[in-house]
C-alpha cells in the first residue's frame, strides 16, 4: 500500500517555514554522553556521527515506549533530544535517575533554543553534509536534521540559538507541519499515548528509529522478542477522518466492534476540512476489510488506512 496523492493545492502549500513552539529540547553533554545515551535509547547513539540526526525511542522496561526523540550529534559530547514538550519534563526526570555517576550533563535547554520546521524547498534548499559537524563546543551554531519528507515534500528540523533569525522560506503554521508530519506517517509520541505502544505498533523499526545490533537499553528484550520470535499485530497506518481527532482517541472495527481496534497515536486538521491521524491499527482487521470508526462503533469513519511507507521485511 502507498500513500494517497494529496490534491495539487495542498501539495503546494507544503512549502515554508513553521515555528514550534510544541517541541522541546534536552541536552545531553560531557565525555560519557554518547555512552549514557547508547544505554536508554532504541537507536544506536554511539555509531551516530556528529552533525547525524536519527529517530530514537526512550521505553519502559516493558517495551513501551514513554517518548519518541528526534536525536541530533551536534559534536563528539553533544546532543539535542528533540521531543515533544509535553512530555520533556516527565523524560528529563527520568533519564537524570540513571546518570548515577556518568559523566554526562541532562538539562532542559528548550528556552535556549529555537525550533523550526523546514519543508519542501526550504528544506531542500538547505544543503548540509553529515559530516559538517559544527567544530565549537558551545552551542552558537544551527543544526539541520533531515527527517522522513510528507507526499514527497523534504523536512527537516532547524534548531539554532534563541534569537537566531528563522530560515528563509515562507512561513507556514504549525498546524500545517503537524498535517505533513502525520503524513510523513512517523508519529511523535505525545502525553495521551505515553507507554501506549512497543515501537513496532508506529512502525520505528522501518522509519529507523529501532537498532537490534546494539547493546541493551530499557525495554530492549521484549522489542528484540516482538521483532524476532512473535508475530506484529498492530502497525501504523495513515487515514483521514471527517471531523476532529486528537491522540489517545480509539478506533473500532466493524468486525468486531465490541471491543477497540486500535489507537490514535498523532492527529492532526487536515486543510480540506476534518482530520488525519496516524492509528495503529490489528494488522489483520485491515487485512479483512470492513469499517473503522473514531471514538465508537458508530463514530467518523476513517478513510482506507493506509501504510505509508514500506515495512521492512528483514532488519
Known amino acids: 500500500m502507498t500513500t494517497a496523492s494529496l490534491v495539487p493545492d495542498t501539495a503546494a502549500a507544503l512549502n515554508g517555514v513553521a515555528a514550534l513552539p510544541h517541541l522541546g529540547v534536552i541536552r545531553a553533554t560531557g565525555e560519557q554522553a554518547a555512552t549514557f545515551l547508547q544505554g536508554q535509547l532504541t537507536q544506536d547513539m554511539a555509531l551516530m556521527a556528529p552533525g547525524q540526526a536519527r529517530l530514537a525511542a526512550f521505553c519502559n522496561a516493558k517495551g513501551r515506549m514513554l517518548a519518541s526523540f528526534v536525536a541530533c550529534r551536534r559534536t563528539p559530547d553533544d546532543f539535542l533530544l528533540v521531543c515533544s514538550r509535553d512530555l520533556l519534563p516527565a523524560m528529563l ?18 528556552e535556549a533554543v529555537a525550533v523550526h520546521g523546514l519543508i519542501g524547498s526550504a528544506a531542500s534548499s538547505i544543503a548540509v553534509s553529515e559530516d559538517s559537524a559544527p567544530a565549537e ?49 512517523v508519529a511523535t509520541l505525545s502525553a495521551p499515548v505515553a507507554e501506549a505502544f512497543v515501537p513496532q505498533m508506529l512502525n520505528y523499526e522501518s522509519a529507523g528509529g529501532v537498532n537490534f545490533k546494539k547493546g541493551c537499553y530499557p525495554g530492549q528484550e521484549v522489542v528484540a522478542r516482538s521483532q524476532f520470535r512473535g508475530v506484529i499485530k498492530r502497525r501504523a497506518y495513515v487515514a483521514h477522518v471527517e471531523g476532529q481527532a486528537q491522540a489517545g482517541q480509539e478506533v473500532f472495527w466493524s468486525g468486531e466492534p465490541a471491543q ?20 495503529s491499527l490489528q494488522v489483520a482487521a485491515v487485512a479483512d476489510g470492513g469499517v473503522f470508526t473514531l471514538g465508537a462503533p458508530d463514530g467518523p469513519a476513517l478513510s482506507a488506512p493506509r501504510l505509508p511507507y514500506r515495512l521492512l521485511d528483514d532488519i
Do not use: C, H, N, Y
Request: glycine share 10%; charged share 15%; aromatic share 8%.
Open 137 to 185: 563546543s558551545q552551542f552558537d551554531t544551527p543544526f539541520f536534521a533531515a527527517l522522513p519528507p510528507a507526499d514527497g515534500a523534504a523536512r527537516a528540523l532547524w534548531l539554532a540559538p534563541a534569537g537566531t533569525p528563522a530560515p528563509a522560506g515562507g512561513l507556514v503554521t504549525a498546524a500545517l507541519w503537524d498535517f505533513a508530519a502525520v503524513r510523513s506517517g
Open 260 to 279: 477497540p481496534a486500535g489507537l490514535v497515536a498523532q492527529a492532526a486538521p487536515a486543510p480540506g476540512g476534518g482530520s488525519e491521524v496516524i492509528a
Open 93 to 110: 526526570k527520568r533519564l537524570s535517575m540513571f546518570v548515577l555517576r556518568a559523566k554526562v550533563k541532562l538539562s532542559d535547554a528548550t
